[in-house]
């Protein structure tokens, strides 16, 4: 029976073509604005996840202070914390461990031809060396000119020289340096290499690395020998830790958090999930405020639905008598409107979402041109399903109130109507 | 007993302040595969009677009994199933669906009684080459005569197999020519069917079938005749 009334309901939007296109283009616009949002939403939460997951890694974790990562901070310098990293290499699951921490020193540059030395103050970053050989892809790429080299585990009183800082100082590879720190200390440094300029920062796609990578007007020095300039580190930015393979990377991060802040350190651990999570609720919390946007403009479309089911029933009076008197229930009539109704919902649902995914194809394409990444295209079959079924159910109720008022004509009043 | 005992039946209309009495107190008879002829004036109550007999309006006050069943008694859901099983309606302006084929016309009744598409298709097309439309199914009603219009109608009547037939001035909208087979079609559902058949008409061809002749005036039966 069901089947039959949905004839009945096609057949009378068929007989009214040009109407019933009019109404449905009203819906189609709001879903197709609707579509191409979450998806583009979709979309672009795919691809941030996939970009945290190449530089990130599955087994790798971050420590932060704890103020730096969370809802109420987004970029920003990071704050500094207190860490020991020795303790930090010695939990159970801890497979490498590096760090970064960062001070202003008071710098003299080897002397220059007249004898004299330039001096100044420049910021002395102590890196661990894993850094770079363990997190490249998270640390960003650290390279030395030709002639020089980078520090090694092990390594003590060696430096690596900002470009700017080489010019500054008027040093090159082989000269010795001065670096003072707040203990009275003053270290006497070999330079063993010079940053190589560094190609257009967002051209590898590493966005996460954001100023954290190599900053050609500080000079870099093993993470370590920074204790013996300003003492052990509570200047720390970041931490990077690789767990073993076969441990469970949220329970190794969980119990680093808990040890360290049993220390006395101010830090939380962040893995890929935190960090897709958070992103997630981001991108979600935007798409869902666009879309509920766009979704003004389906309600303009349900209002449209509406318009037209009035005029449908008042129009086709005389057939809803007729269909009483030869024995249609009011369910009955009221069945066969809300379909009439629900349909030119889908129909709008099914061109929205066509004309939506292909939205959505051609902006990414342009997002991802204008911020050099691949955009992906999500076309998720959760989302078409929930959309038809979605567009049908707009039809539907904005066809509600009309189809009650054609389902409670009394017999003979729409029979006498002309 | 008499398949339709109509007693003081009344139906009144409020328009604003007025009251339209549309049927004042009228008493009439019907026996079981009769074909009565109602009559009257314009405006003398003859659909508000066929709406009341067919089940499609309840009258103001009297009794109504339908085969033993007062129908003021009866719930909206079961004077549905009595005008979709058991009366059919022919209508003076035929009140087919113009978006339907005459065939789907005549299923429609069926539809809503929850009959199977093969036995639908089955019985529509027999219907129709009984009203001798067997080569015009697939027409729309736009592509049909008048007369050919009131054969569907008629055909659609007889969906559900019922044992009265209501039929408002059948011919009221159809010259004599074509008017005449519909009498006659009218006519066997009640002699070969033997099924209830009332006709309202001015039509004088119409009185020459009927069995009886029910003359109606300001809501009042004044003249039953009983024809030879
Ligand atoms: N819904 C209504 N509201 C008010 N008055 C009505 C209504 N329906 C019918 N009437 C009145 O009831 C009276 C009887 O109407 P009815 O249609 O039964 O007449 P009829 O005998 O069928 O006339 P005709 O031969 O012109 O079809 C008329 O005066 C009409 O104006
Ligand atoms: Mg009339």
Not at chain 1, 82 to 110: H, N
Not at chain 1, 358 to 365: C, F, P, T, Y
Not at chain 2, 94 to 102: E, V, Y
């Amino acid at each position: 029976m069901l089947k039959d009334f949905f004839l009945l309901a096609a057949r009378s939007i068929t007989h009214r073509k040009m109407r019933s296109w009019l109404t449905v283009i009203g819906v189609f616009i709001g879903i197709t604005a609707v579509v191409a949002l979450i998806s583009i939403g979709l979309g672009l939460e795919r691809t941030i996840e996939e970009q945290v997951a190449k530089v990130f890694g599955v087994d790798t974790f971050m420590i932060m202070h704890e103020d730096t990562f969370g809802p109420q901070r987004h970029g920003g310098d990071p704050d500094e914390f207190t860490l020991d990293l020795a303790f930090l290499r010695s939990i159970d699951g801890v497979k490498v461990a590096a760090a970064v921490r960062e001070r202003t020193g008071f710098i003299q540059g080897p002397p220059g031809n007249d004898g004299v030395s330039t001096q100044g103050f420049l910021p002395v970053m102590g890196l661990s060396p894993e850094m770079r050989t363990e997190f490249e892809s998270f640390f960003g790429t650290l390279e030395v000119q030709a002639g020089g080299r980078l520090f090694g585990e092990g390594e003590e009183l060696v430096a690596i020289l900002g470009d700017e800082v080489v010019e500054r100082l008027h040093a090159s590879v082989g000269d010795t340096l001065v670096i003072a720190g707040d203990t009275d200390a003053e270290l006497s440094f070999t330079i063993v290499g010079v940053l190589a300029p560094s190609e257009e920062d967002e051209s590898d796609g590493g966005g996460f690395s954001g100023g954290m990578g190599p900053s050609q007007d500080t000079i870099y020095i093993p993470f370590e020998t920074m204790d013996l300039l300003w003492g052990p580190a509570e200047d720390v930015l970041i931490t990077l830790v690789r767990t073993e393979p076969g441990k469970d990377v949220d329970e190794v991060a969980d119990r680093a958090e808990k040890a360290l802040k049993a220390r006395g350190s101010e830090v939380t651990a962040v893995t890929y999930t935190d960090i897709t999570d958070t992103i997630g609720t981001m991108t979600s919390t935007i798409s869902a405020f666009l879309a509920g946007i766009a979704g003004i403009s389906l309600l303009v479309g349900g209002v449209g639905v509406m318009n037209t089911m009035f005029t449908s029933v008042l129009e086709r009076t005389k057939e809803i008598g007729v269909m009483k008197a030869v024995g249609a229930k009011n369910s009955h009539v009221l069945t066969i409107f809300l379909i009439e109704s629900g349909l030119m919902g889908l129909v709008g649902g099914i061109v929205g979402t066509l004309f939506g995914l292909g939205l959505s194809a051609v902006a990414s394409s342009f997002i991802g041109r204008f911020f050099n990444v691949d955009l992906i295209v999500v076309a998720s079959p959760t989302l078409i399903i929930i959309t038809l079924l979605g567009s049908f159910f707009l039809g539907a109720f904005a066809g509600l109130w009309p189809a009650r008022r054609a389902a409670k004509l009394p017999v003979v009043d729409a029979l006498r109507y002309e | 007993m008499p398949l339709l005992d109509l007693k003081g039946i009344t139906k009144e209309y409020k328009l604003g302040k007025t009251i339209v009495r549309a049927l004042r107190g009228l008493d009439l008879n019907i026996e079981e595969g009769e074909i009565i002829a109602i009559m009257g004036p314009s405006g003398s109550g003859k659909s508000t009677l066929m709406h009341i007999l067919g089940a499609l309006d309840t009258p103001t006050g009297g009794t109504a009994i339908l085969d033993g069943q007062d129908l003021q008694q009866l719930k909206e859901r079961q004077l549905v199933t009595l005008r979709g099983k058991r009366i059919g309606f022919v209508f003076q302006t035929f009140n087919l669906i113009q978006t339907l084929s005459a065939q789907q016309n005549v299923e429609l009744p069926m539809i809503f009684q929850g009959i199977r598409k093969g036995e639908r298709a089955r019985r529509a097309k027999e219907l129709l080459s009984k009203v001798g439309l067997a080569d015009r199914v697939r027409h729309r009603p736009n592509e049909l005569s008048g007369g050919e219009r009131q054969r569907v109608a008629i055909a659609r009547a007889l969906a559900n197999d019922p044992e009265i037939i209501l039929a408002d001035e059948p011919t009221g909208n159809l010259d004599s020519e074509s008017g005449a087979p519909i009498l006659a079609l009218l006519k066997k559902l009640s002699t070969d069917d033997g099924r209830t058949v009332i006709i309202v008409t001015h039509d004088p061809d119409a009185t020459a079938i009927a069995d009886r002749i029910v003359r109606l005036r300001d809501g009042c039966v004044v003249e039953e005749v009983r024809n030879a």
